[in-house]
Structures are given as C-alpha cells and as structure tokens.
C-alpha cells in the first residue's frame, strides 16, 4: 500500500473537501482520501498512480503546489 501526500494550497472550506474527494476517491487504486483543511494537504492511500491523483484534484478545480 503506497501513500500520497499532495499541498493544495486553494482548499479553504468543506466544499472543497467534498469536491476532492469526490474527484480522488474515483482513481483507481485509491483506497482512502483524507483532505486537511488547516494543512492545505490531500492524503491518499492504495496503489494508485500520483499522476492520476493530481490529475482528478485539477479535475474538481484545485491545483497542486
């Protein structure tokens, strides 16, 4: 099992925590999303490709710092 660690800078409301993870949870091999708030960071777990990952953040309208 792999772990992402991404900033994202914009995050500032649960809004954007449901966006995200909304948009993360459906890349394959994701297996948890965990948005902080206070840290500006998304954090996944499972076997998925980073590429993939930050791809489905600037899908939901957020970019990767």
Do not use: Q
Request: net charge negative; charged share 20%.
């Amino acid at each position: 099992m792999n772990e992402i660690l991404l900033a994202v800078p914009g995050i500032t409301c649960d809004h954007c925590v449901a966006a995200i993870t909304d948009s993360v949870g459906r890349v394959p091999g994701v297996t948890a999303v965990h948005v902080d708030v206070a840290a500006k960071t998304v954090r996944t777990t499972g076997v998925a490709d980073p590429a993939a990952v930050r791809a489905a953040i600037d899908d939901a309208g957020y970019e990767t710092a």
